[in-house]
């Protein structure tokens, strides 16, 4: 039967086959399933470069805040796009355009400045203009201490036998209300809890990790330091999938291995 519901004769099925089946073209041969792929493949660079891009976490530097093992999408439109948001920077050019401005407290992915090919994702700590200072554990923004209240322990599993120590976590708020967690692995006293004053140049963020001994970010001027607008790939929005232990391809594991908790859980 076709669409119609009515059923053709022999004579007719081939006259309609001629008509509609170019010389040289098999129906639903080559040609149709390339066109359907590369249509899709159109359709997820699209998406890709200019809507949402997913990125994994493989490191502890903003435990407790994102884990390793989770997955997440990254907003390409929050920020603008400038070259670093196109795959390979296909699409090269210089500044930004429909550009918006990071806002303090953001959770970022960034090229890194030093090589500009390697994802990064911190926090935004400093704007331009700020200076930021750490102080025996302390954050100091614009000279002023940024408020924090120890609110327990947290068991920093960031290790490969997954059975770390307790350590400190704080409620921290930001200049601007932005409040979110951070640990210190080894109290005030960690390698970068004392630093110089930095002055975030015009253009640039000043990015750190919430875990604040664990983290090579901005304060590490020769590694990480200042981050220039340009570099920012976008703004980590939601968890989609978060796996403790495994590597996410691998399905028989999924039952005991998945956080079933951290599934759709927004990124702050």
Known sequence: MDQSGVKPDKADSASVTK???????????FLDTAKVVAQALLIALVVRSLLFQPFNIPSGSLIPTLLIGDYLFVSKYAYGYSRFSFPFGLIPFEGRILAADPKRGDVAVFKLPKDENTDY????IG????????????????????????VGDYRDDDDAAGNGPKVPMYRETLPGGVSHMVIERYGDRGPWDNTPLYKVPEGHYFMMGDNRDN????????????????????????????????????LWRWPDAVRWDRLFKRVR
């Open 215 to 250: 983290s090579a970010d901005s304060r590490d001027l020769s590694a990480v330091g200042f981050v220039p607008f340009d570099n920012f790939v976008g703004r980590a929005e939601v968890l989609f999938f978060s796996i403790d232990g495994a590597p996410a391809w691998q």
């Open 19 to 29: 008509k509609q089946i170019k010389p040289g073209q098999k129906e639903g041969g």
């Open 127 to 150: 704007l331009p203009g700020d200076s930021v200072q750490m102080i025996d554990g302390r954050l100091y923004i614009n000279g002023k201490v940024v408020e924090r209240e120890l």
């Open 121 to 124: 994702i911190k926090r935004v």
